[in-house]
């Protein structure tokens, strides 16, 4: 129940620690697993203590039990093994500390480990995180790798120099870190967020060399594996050897069989790409040379047409018949010219010989009235009228006179 408390009236330190205990004492027992990570057994003692942490969450609790509680268990359990305990959670009111009280101990064995990372693969599967299509293309030259491996380790060392002997000028960022125990999984965590933070990083390599099933179980743990889901830079799980297969293997966006494996997928060879450099550009001058003797052929073959070796031939054999053509015509127009004058001429010699002009040249004379009437009547003209004569040489005046005849 809630207490009536005020700056007025508060609770002493003691009655606050005695309450909690109280209510911790009415807590029933609770199965609990988790790591070792200290043990300590007093010879003599009759109480073990050790601690037992969460390596996902980074948490741990002070557990206690009687010495024959542990040695049931002592010749399977040490530091670093994982447990379920079955424990009573206890107040110590003096420290205000709490702790369990361990009434039975299990180990961990391999099998139920096994089961419980396949129900885990299951779900984390079903949630898309293993699925290939969001799994991110690996660069082809990372100008900058982000390495996440033991201090001082195998791997570390396999890594960085098969990457520097395959390509000399790449460059890394290293972070060392615990691979195995319960510090490993949050230290793991904490390195991959710094280097995706990181521009420069073209790529992460998570590396670790072989162990037993207990010593990878930090990289099937569930926080992990969803760091590396939540990365925006590509991912290389390059753990133990190649039968091991930890859960960071299907999140990640490539799997190497080994930290060796790893620096080959990331890192392309300076020779063979040298070598795939020089073929292609073989290659290339092979088809440009192919295609320049396929058109010098096909130049030569157009050469080759009399059409183009001899242009002018056509012409030359044409031109005799053109020349006769030429003849012919002109030999035509001219006859159409001589018909033509020759019938000019006699047309223009009756038309001459009909006209007035020629008329007049033989004599006759034609008589005008002075508006230009032509005088063809001698009843059209009166006495002493004036009219206008004319000649083929011109014209005159003359007068009609009276004492003619009319």
């Given at each position: 129940?809630?207490?009536n408390?005020?700056a007025?009236?508060?609770l002493?330190?003691?009655?606050?620690?005695?309450?909690i205990?109280?209510?911790?004492?009415?807590l029933?027992?609770?199965?609990v697993?988790?790591q070792i990570?200290?043990l300590?057994?007093?010879?003599?003692?009759g109480v073990?203590f050790?601690?037992?942490r969460?390596p996902s969450?980074?948490?741990?609790?002070?557990?206690?039990c009687?010495?024959?509680?542990f040695?049931?268990?002592?010749d399977v359990?040490?530091?670093?093994?994982?447990?379920v305990?079955?424990?009573?959670p206890?107040?110590?009111?003096?420290?205000?500390?709490?702790?369990l009280?361990?009434?039975?101990?299990r180990p961990?064995?391999?099998?139920?480990?096994l089961a419980?990372?396949?129900?885990?693969?299951?779900?984390?599967a079903?949630e898309g995180?293993?699925?290939?299509?969001?799994k991110?293309?690996?660069?082809?030259l990372?100008?900058l790798?982000?390495?996440v491996?033991?201090?001082?380790?195998?791997?570390e060392?396999?890594?960085?120099?098969?990457?520097?002997?395959?390509w000399?000028?790449?460059?890394?960022e290293v972070?060392n870190?615990?691979?195995?125990?319960?510090?490993?999984?949050p230290?793991?965590?904490?390195?991959?967020?710094?280097l995706d933070?990181?521009?420069?990083v073209?790529?992460?390599i998570v590396?670790?060399g072989?162990g037993?099933?207990?010593?990878?179980?930090?990289f099937?743990d569930?926080?992990l594996?969803?760091?590396?889901?939540?990365?925006?830079t590509p991912v290389v799980?390059?753990?133990?050897?190649e039968?091991?297969?930890p859960?960071?293997?299907h999140?990640?966006?490539v799997?190497?069989?080994?930290p060796?494996d790893?620096?080959?997928?990331?890192?392309?060879?300076?020779?063979?790409?040298?070598?795939?450099?020089?073929?292609l550009?073989?290659?290339?001058?092979?088809c440009v040379?192919?295609f320049?003797?396929?058109?010098e052929?096909?130049?030569?073959?157009?050469l080759?047409?009399p059409?183009?070796?001899?242009?002018?031939?056509?012409?030359d054999?044409?031109?005799?018949?053109?020349?006769?053509l030429?003849d012919?015509?002109?030999?035509?127009?001219?006859?159409l010219l001589?018909?033509?004058?020759?019938?000019?001429t006699?047309?223009?010699?009756r038309?001459?010989?009909?006209?007035?002009a020629?008329t007049?040249?033989?004599g006759?004379?034609v008589?005008?009235?002075a508006d230009?009437?032509v005088v063809?009547d001698p009843g059209?003209?009166?006495?002493?009228e004036?009219?206008?004569?004319r000649?083929?040489?011109?014209?005159f005046?003359?007068?009609?006179?009276?004492?003619s005849?009319?």
């Amino acid at each position: 129940m809630a207490l009536n408390t005020s700056a007025e009236t508060p609770l002493p330190v003691g009655e606050v620690s005695r309450l909690i205990g109280g209510w911790i004492d009415r807590l029933g027992a609770v199965w609990v697993e988790g790591q070792i990570t200290q043990l300590s057994r007093r010879p003599g003692a009759g109480v073990v203590f050790l601690t037992l942490r969460d390596p996902s969450y980074d948490i741990s609790v002070s557990v206690t039990c009687y010495r024959q509680v542990f040695d049931a268990v002592a010749d399977v359990v040490s530091e670093g093994a994982r447990v379920v305990v079955l424990a009573k959670p206890e107040w110590y009111a003096p420290r205000g500390q709490l702790s369990l009280r361990a009434a039975e101990i299990r180990p961990v064995g391999v099998g139920e480990l096994l089961a419980r990372l396949e129900q885990l693969k299951k779900a984390l599967a079903a949630e898309g995180l293993f699925a290939v299509e969001r799994k991110k293309p690996l660069p082809f030259l990372p100008q900058l790798i982000g390495l996440v491996c033991g201090r001082a380790s195998a791997a570390e060392r396999d890594v960085l120099e098969n990457a520097r002997h395959r390509w000399p000028a790449v460059r890394f960022e290293v972070r060392n870190v615990a691979v195995q125990g319960v510090h490993a999984v949050p230290q793991v965590v904490q390195a991959m967020k710094d280097l995706d933070a990181i521009d420069d990083v073209d790529v992460i390599i998570v590396a670790r060399g072989g162990g037993s099933v207990e010593d990878l179980l930090p990289f099937s743990d569930e926080q992990l594996v969803r760091a590396v889901a939540a990365c925006r830079t590509p991912v290389v799980s390059a753990i133990g050897h190649e039968p091991d297969n930890p859960l960071l293997d299907h999140v990640a966006d490539v799997r190497a069989s080994t930290p060796t494996d790893a620096a080959k997928k990331v890192v392309p060879d300076v020779g063979e790409e040298y070598e795939r450099v020089r073929l292609l550009r073989d290659r290339a001058r092979r088809c440009v040379e192919a295609f320049i003797e396929r058109e010098e052929r096909g130049l030569a073959h157009a050469l080759a047409r009399p059409s183009i070796e001899d242009p002018h031939r056509m012409i030359d054999e044409r031109a005799d018949h053109v020349a006769s053509l030429v003849d012919r015509g002109r030999r035509t127009l001219g006859h159409l010219l001589d018909r033509a004058d020759s019938e000019l001429t006699h047309t223009h010699a009756r038309v001459v010989g009909l006209s007035p002009a020629a008329t007049l040249k033989r004599g006759y004379a034609v008589l005008q009235k002075a508006d230009g009437h032509v005088v063809r009547d001698p009843g059209e003209v009166t006495a002493d009228e004036a009219l206008r004569a004319r000649v083929a040489e011109g014209e005159f005046s003359v007068r009609v006179d009276a004492r003619s005849d009319a």
